[in-house]
């Protein structure tokens, strides 16, 4: 996406918002109190090149927590720190194709099946460095903040509202707690997951986070450097076999984009070597992905001729 494409793009991306309003399916995510407070209308996607072009259409300035986002990018900085093969003595590389909150844990290794769902996730946060939740946070939040290439905050009401309601991601942690695969209490990782997952973005900055890994790990802005071109490769492919959740294999098909999404409504989503999308739409399919945000994708795949299958 050049800038010398901006008219196409700017036309297809009018219409894609267009059709996008058009759809009104899917509920806001409630069993987050604080959550079922969103604005269910907003609607907002960008777009940034890895050479660090920007285009933003409608509520891409809104911010809303990134819940399950946060997954795909505190896998890699976990990579980052440890290695592959250290990483995946407790956590696993493959598709559930169960719920995100599902009790997924393999009988023998005790490991949550993969870091994009709620278990292989509050796993993946224990092996971030830190003595308390509050070391592991700041590690994550100064790692997820250098993906978006600027300081991202805590939404405070939604993380005590989770504190308060999240007992069936304490009984994840302390399954994998039992199972010997957790690096932390289960309470400090649990805490510092939904501290994580309370991290306020907008679509600009998932865009931003998502160019990074496609451009091998260097943010496109700042120019620093987040992590190797290695752990931006692994991380991407493990989005593209369970970025989705139960709905990753239905997703490669109709999309064939490595994405993410998260419960509080964004999705981001992305062409290796060439950009990262975000989008932003609060109501929530049953699977848990935002509708409008899975509707403005699958058009852009298709418009654009995208799908990383596509014959060319
Ligand atoms: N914080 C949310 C949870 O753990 C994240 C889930 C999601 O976005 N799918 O339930």
């Avoid at 092996?127 to 300081?151: C, Q, Y």
């Avoid at 994405?259 to 932003?280: E, H, M, N, R, Y």
Wanted: net charge negative.
């Amino acid at each position: 996406v050049s800038p010398a494409h901006s008219q196409p793009l700017r036309t297809a991306l009018t219409s894609v918002l267009t059709h996008a309003r058009s759809l009104t399916d899917g509920e806001v995510a409630s069993y987050i109190p604080e959550l079922a407070r969103q604005d269910p209308e907003q609607l907002g996607i960008a777009l940034a090149s890895v050479r660090g072009t920007i285009h933003a259409w409608g509520d891409s300035e809104a911010e809303f927590t990134i819940q399950s986002i946060s997954k795909p990018f505190t896998f890699a900085l976990a990579l980052d720190a440890l290695g592959l093969a250290a990483v995946t003595e407790h956590v696993g590389l493959e598709p559930s194709g169960e719920p995100f909150n599902a009790i997924s844990l393999e009988e023998t290794s005790g490991r949550p099946l993969n870091p994009m769902i709620n278990a292989g996730a509050i796993v993946t946060t224990s092996l971030i460095a830190g003595d308390d939740d509050a070391e592991k946070f700041a590690v994550v939040r100064d790692g997820l903040s250098a993906f978006a290439g600027r300081r991202l905050d805590v939404d405070e009401d939604v993380y005590l509202s989770e504190l308060d309601t999240g007992d069936r991601n304490r009984a994840l942690a302390y399954l994998a707690q039992a199972a010997g695969t957790l690096a932390s209490s289960a309470e400090v990782a649990t805490r510092a997951y939904f501290r994580q997952c309370s991290l306020r973005v907008n679509a600009r900055d998932l865009a931003m986070m998502a160019a990074t890994l496609a451009g091998g790990g260097i943010n496109p802005l700042t120019r620093e450097r987040v992590v190797s071109e290695d752990v931006a490769r692994w991380t991407i492919a493990v989005m593209t076999s369970c970025g989705m959740y139960d709905a990753s294999g239905d997703w490669l098909v109709r999309v064939g984009l490595p994405a993410k999404s998260g419960v509080g409504g964004g999705i981001v989503a992305l062409q290796p070597d060439q950009f990262g999308v975000g989008t932003f739409s609060p109501r929530l399919d049953a699977r848990g992905n935002s509708v409008r945000g899975v509707g403005m994708l699958e058009q852009l795949s298709k418009e654009f001729g995208l799908h990383m299958l596509e014959h060319r």
